[in-house]
């Protein structure tokens, strides 16, 4: 995934450097990027939220 974000980045940079005319590609780079942060914070909400569970439940113990 790193490398896929490093990419983005210079393709941005690569964008920002060729000017104005490549604003709606970047728009999008951008609407990409903030697709895959909203996909990662849930992902990282719902891990939080089932240990949260596991500790309140059997505090992090399976048979209790």
Do not use: C, F, N
């Amino acid at each position: 995934m790193r490398r896929r974000q490093a990419r983005a980045l210079k393709r941005d940079i690569s964008l920002v450097e060729q000017g104005p005319s490549t604003v709606t590609e970047r728009r999008g780079i951008m609407r990409d990027q903030h697709d895959r942060i909203t996909r990662q914070i849930r992902e990282l909400r719902l891990a939080l939220e089932t240990t949260e569970y596991k500790i309140r439940v059997y505090d992090g113990h399976p048979e209790g």
